[in-house]
């Protein structure tokens, strides 16, 4: 019996040895799961889809099917032909965006934008109305993060999502408005982007979409 005991003893301190938890490898753990963010860019694809419009007008094929605002300038001054864009204003896009990290390597967020621009109608050297138009996206948006070290993050991200637009003519010489909707899809590639800080960063990045080409911002972690 007292031999039994000691060798119960003994077995004791060689429990843990043998009771050791499996060891986890490549496992990160997440610090910091949710962020928002500001940023403003430019050159966005809706910037880009009407740089070339001067004048309100353009005929198909030689044929009598006229670009939308052109029916709408025939409403609003009668006349096709003498109504064009003068000089440009824009604000480029402003972007929120709420970010949630699922994987150290991976992040989903939704990201709300705005943008809207300005420009005289002018007829001959005058100025004989006003058009704005003014585009809101929402998109969902998937990150891959390419590398982290210390305070530094680099990735990139595709973001798909909507734009909706108001466009609107209005009469200097009169009280005419015309009003159009219109929507289309509006992605976003972003094959690089840079970010530095902890819970207060900024960040910079360079992609084509509703974000524009060029995209600066800061952002809180939480």
């Given amino acids: 019996m007292r031999k039994a005991i000691f060798f119960l003893l003994l077995l004791i301190p060689a429990t843990p040895i043998f009771a050791q ?4 490898k490549n496992t990160k753990v997440l610090q910091y799961n949710n962020e928002i963010t500001a940023g403003y860019g430019y050159f966005t694809r ?4 009407n740089f070339g419009q001067t004048s309100l007008v353009y005929i198909v094929n030689d044929s009598n099917s006229y670009h939308l605002p052109a029916l709408m ?3 609003l001054f009668g006349s096709y032909e003498a109504v064009h864009f003068g000089s440009r204003r824009r604000t480029g896009v402003m972007c929120v965006s709420y970010k949630r990290t699922v994987l150290p390597w991976l992040s989903i967020s939704l990201t709300a934008g705005f943008e809207n ?6 007829y001959g050297y005058g100025a ?7 585009c809101f996206s929402l998109a969902p948006e998937c990150q891959l993060i390419y590398k982290h070290k210390s305070i530094v993050t ?5 973001g798909i999502g909507n734009a909706f637009i108001t466009g609107k003519y209005t009469s200097n010489t009169s009280t005419a408005t015309e009003i159009y909707h219109a929507n289309y899809i509006n992605p976003q590639i972003t094959p690089f982007g840079i970010k530095a800080g902890k819970r207060l960063s900024g960040f910079g990045e360079v992609g084509f979409g509703y974000k524009g080409v ?3 911002g800061m ?3 939480f």
């Fill in 154 to 158: 680099y990735y990139g991200f595709l």
């Fill in 214 to 216: 060029l995209h600066l």
């Fill in 219 to 221: 952002g809180y972690t």
């Fill in 21 to 24: 938890e499996p060891e986890i």
């Fill in 128 to 134: 004989i109305g006003k058009y704005s138009r003014s």
């Fill in 73 to 75: 300038a025939y409403k």
């Fill in 117 to 122: 621009e300005t420009q005289d109608l002018t």
């Fill in 46 to 49: 809706e910037y880009m889809l």
